[in-house]
């Protein structure tokens, strides 16, 4: 794979970060990032980022972004056409963040396979604890802005990725990884940006089962 150009699928949090860190490490070259965002374009799905504040983080990777607005009814629609966009500008490849759960590498290759794109995981099958000790190792700075209130408390919304939060949660029977939809983190910070990212997190909102806190950009 190394001197193959890909798209970078980005949510914005810490496994698309680490997916794109360990692409970079087979010698693989950014050539674009793509965004998910809500159907009227303002939050990133899932993440619930705003625009500025992924525009921030992208800025500081140094690749032009690519941002899709859809509902998840639209979504697959949406992601294809990005994809073809990206395999007509000569990019074969595309990098997810996905670990171990099966029907989301079958979507994605998929709907890759599509645009003649092939896709590449490089967390797939590491051990979620690994995931999350080496984003720490490798000194990236994440924080939980999102929380699914069924699955864990919501006091953790607003607290930085830690050893000591990730002990908590393996304690408490959470996956540490969030990889079941637990809670969703941004990256602000990590060998892959140019600059820390400077944000604000504000007051927590509860929006049905879960918990957000809305990130804003210092200055």
Avoid at 192 to 208: A, D, N
């Amino acid at each position: 794979m190394k001197n193959t150009d890909f798209v970078a699928s980005w949510s914005g949090g810490k496994d698309s970060a680490l997916a794109y860190y360990r692409a970079l490490k087979l010698g693989m070259i950014p050539k674009k990032v793509l965004t998910m965002f809500e159907e009227e374009g303002e939050i990133s799905k899932s993440h619930a980022l705003p625009l500025e504040v992924v525009q921030a983080q992208v800025e500081r990777l140094g690749v032009p972004l690519i941002t899709m607005a859809a509902s998840w009814g639209t979504y697959e629609e949406q992601f294809t056409y990005a994809m073809d966009a990206c395999r007509a500008e000569g990019i074969t490849h595309g990098v997810f963040g996905d670990i171990d759960l099966e029907g989301h590498l079958e979507w994605v290759l998929k709907t890759c396979a599509k645009s003649d794109i092939t896709a590449v995981h490089p967390l797939w099958q590491m051990p979620r604890k690994q995931v999350v000790d080496q984003l720490l190792e490798e000194e990236f700075e994440a924080w939980i802005v999102v929380v699914n209130t069924k699955m864990m408390p919501a006091s953790y919304v607003g607290k930085k990725l830690s050893k000591e939060i990730v002990e908590e949660l393996d304690l408490a029977g959470i996956d540490a990884c969030g990889e079941n939809g637990e809670f969703h983190t941004i990256v602000v910070d990590g060998p892959l940006f140019s600059s820390r990212l400077p944000i604000t997190l504000e007051k927590p909102v509860e929006k049905g089962d879960y918990v957000f806190t809305r990130v804003t950009l210092e200055g």
